[in-house]
């Protein structure tokens, strides 16, 4: 069984990564594009953020406002480690804003930051051996709870693991890894 919820954002770091038309159904997709270590030309993004409006697909910049204005993007995504409280600027111009965060501390201030949706790590056990600790359904429900903002569950999710999902409090999910590794096996089973 299959939990379906009404939006789920998928992290890509260029935009060859990640196929749009593997994306059939419409306004339920999210793209958070954070690319640190190679810069693709504006043009080439300006394209793919053309692509995600005719798909109805989302699109977020990972830090840089910059780039938020000169593509035009949904929104902008905040990381946890982005500390800047001048962000919530971009809420006022008709951009969404978008967090991440990894404790109660991180959430705090990414709602004094403006987001609307917090993306909080990690759900489930993880294989990356420099990562310790998981939050686990029970735990991240009880942080869903504590909060008016939408939180949304990052990390270890998987296309084994989906059918977890219905137990969790979010009308929403995030994926990181699987999205690289095997893009279409996971989107065909979020139909």
């Known amino acids: 069984m299959l939990a379906l919820k009404k939006k789920y ?13 593997l994306i059939k159904i419409r306004n339920k997709f999210n793209i958070i594009y954070r690319n640190s270590t190679t810069k693709e030309r504006i043009e080439d993004l300006k394209v793919y953020r053309r692509r995600c409006k005719q798909n109805g697909v989302n699109f977020f910049v990972a830090n840089d406002t910059k780039l938020l204005s000169k593509i035009n993007a949904d929104g902008l995504y905040i990381s946890a480690h982005n500390k800047d409280l001048h962000t919530n600027t971009y809420y006022k111009k008709g951009f969404k804003i978008i967090g991440s965060a990894h404790n ?30 998981y939050l ?11 909060t008016k903002t939408e939180v949304v569950p990052l990390g270890g999710i998987n296309a084994y693991n989906l059918s977890k999902l219905k137990n969790v409090l979010s009308h929403s999910f995030a994926c990181l890894s699987a999205i690289k590794k095997k893009p279409a096996k996971l989107i065909n089973r979020l139909f």
């Open 136 to 146: 686990g359904i029970q735990k991240f429900n009880i942080i869903s709870l504590r």
């Open 9 to 21: 954002y998928l992290f890509v770091e260029n935009t060859r990564e990640f196929n749009l038309n």
């Open 104 to 133: 109660q501390k991180e959430l705090d201030l990414k709602i004094k930051q403006g987001c609307k949706v917090v993306i909080y790590s990690r759900l489930f056990k993880t294989n990356y051996p420099y990562k310790d600790g």
